[in-house]
């Protein structure tokens, strides 16, 4: 088994907190306790929620915080290996093959029959699939990482069954086959992140490599957390308000709630138009920095009013 060493912001769940901390990204404990049980443990963490509360962006303070490369991989329909793992550059090839014919006669010297001639090519023919015209995509990238990475396979339920299996090997055992030159094994295994939004049901196999972690619309103190590092000017009671205001929206019937990310541009939004506080006029000038379907926009515009009045009644102090 590889020796892994653990850098500094993965030796306790309190370090992963503070180091996450320090690049902006606000944890919690779940989510804390699963990065470090997937370095330690070598496992991969399969992280589920609605789109926008920060599934992706926890793999990229993952890399910025620990100073690790980060190789993304956007899983799409149709993806394949030579998109995600590796592919031939077959420009080089047909150069070195071009050069070949004209220092074929060479080569061969003075084989005097066909067999001796394809003896004296057989080292010449193996290097045509030799590591020199190989073009590692990011999923052997993150194999050959000495200093350690973060693989983040993005979206993962937007890909097919057979991307599914051919990442079997590689969250098994840090490893990937080619034919052509055989198995690569990681230098350093990679701090490895899924993500799915649920959009289908992925495979059994694949879910029992993984740990599996939950990433839900957040409460109001940690909501309100994560605007703080991420928009450092806004007020106290601006704060208070805004975040108040979205949790509200939250219960509302609507088909697509506010993310965090929505949250924290709205809030920059306000800043923006120097805002101290919110009113009803300002939330239905905004309101489409939140809401992107038209219907929601139409339901909310309703309630509006009685919305704000609540909101600014129950944050009559900051948070």
């Known amino acids: 088994m590889t020796t892994v060493s653990t850098p500094p912001g993965l030796t306790s769940i309190a370090a992963v907190t503070a180091s996450l901390a320090s690049v902006g990204y606000i944890s919690s404990r779940a989510i804390s306790t699963a990065v470090y049980l997937a370095h330690h443990l070598r496992k991969p963490v399969l992280i589920e929620g609605p789109a926008g509360v920060g599934k992706t962006d926890l793999a990229v303070s993952l890399g910025k915080s620990l100073d690790f490369a980060l190789l993304r991989m956007q899983c799409y329909e149709g993806l394949d290996e030579s998109k995600s793992l590796y592919e031939w550059k077959y420009g080089k090839q047909l150069l070195y093959t071009q050069i070949l014919k004209e220092k074929i006669h060479e080569l061969i010297g003075e084989a005097d029959s066909l067999d001796a001639s394809f003896k004296k090519l057989a080292g010449f023919q193996d290097m045509f699939f030799s590591r020199e015209f190989l073009e590692p995509r990011p999923l052997l990238k993150a194999m ?18 057979q991307f599914e299996a051919m990442l079997l090997e590689i969250l098994a055992d840090y490893q990937v086959t080619i034919p052509e030159i055989g198995t690569i094994s990681a230098r350093t295994p990679p701090l490895v992140i899924l993500t799915s939004n649920n959009t289908r049901e992925l495979g ?16 109001g103190e940690r ?7 991420r928009v450092p000017d806004i007020s106290a009671t601006l704060l208070a308000q805004l975040v108040g205001f979205v949790q509200s929206l939250r219960d509302e019937n609507i088909r697509k ?19 101290d506080a919110l009113d009803d006029e300002l939330v239905r000038d905004t309101l489409s920095v939140l809401l ?28």
């Not at 059994?204 to 409460?219: E, M, V, W």
């Not at 949250?263 to 920059?268: E, F, G, L, P, S």
């Open 144 to 161: 050959e990482q000495e200093g350690g990475s973060v693989l983040l396979i993005d979206e993962i339920d937007k890909s097919e069954e």
């Open 204 to 219: 059994d196999a694949l879910k029992r490599r993984c740990l599996h972690l939950h990433i839900g619309f957040p409460d």
């Open 223 to 229: 909501e309100a957390r994560i605007v703080r590092a």
């Open 257 to 275: 709630l506010p993310s965090i990310s929505e949250t924290v541009d709205w809030a920059r939004t306000l800043l923006l138009l120097h805002a």
């Open 292 to 319: 992107k379907r038209e219907t929601d926009l139409a339901e909310v515009q309703k309630r509006i009013e009685p919305l704000v009045r609540a909101v600014l009644a129950d944050t009559a102090g900051p948070l």
